[in-house]
């Protein structure tokens, strides 16, 4: 089993940022890739960025340029800057863990831009 803690989340003024960081325990393997994905009300859950444990990235379009995924395999926690943020970047922001067994998810983090 395996257990996703975030946090980090709250309100923000456009143009504003946050860092949110998601902390995982349990049966932890640094080898697993670790992303951050997003849910906005009436929306599908979405990718917003995945780290391996090379350190290898990949970005949806529309945050490319303004967040940056971390990750600290010592702690087995990963980061997700988020800069330039937006009011359509609202939404809950949930940490995933890849095994081959399958995916965890954490419980979510609220973010929230205002205009």
């Known amino acids: 089993q ?6 980090g989340g709250g309100l923000v ?7 949110l960081s998601c ?9 697993n890739a670790m992303g951050w994905y997003r849910q906005a009300p009436g ?5 917003v960025a995945r780290i391996t444990s090379y350190g290898t990235t990949n970005y949806a379009d529309y945050v490319k340029g303004r967040c940056t995924i971390s990750r600290d395999n010592a702690k087995n926690t990963v980061y997700l800057q988020m800069n ?4 359509e970047d609202t939404a809950v922001y949930y940490c995933s ?3 081959p067994g399958g ?7 609220q973010v929230t831009v205002s205009s």
Request: aromatic share 10%; proline share 2%.
């Open 2 to 7: 395996v257990q996703l803690v975030e946090s």
């Open 13 to 19: 003024q456009a143009g504003g940022s946050l860092r």
């Open 23 to 31: 902390a995982a325990s349990g049966s932890i393997f640094s080898i």
């Open 43 to 47: 929306k599908q859950r979405e990718l």
């Open 84 to 87: 330039s943020l937006k009011p």
């Open 97 to 99: 863990y890849s095994s």
């Open 103 to 109: 995916d965890y998810w954490g419980q979510g983090t």
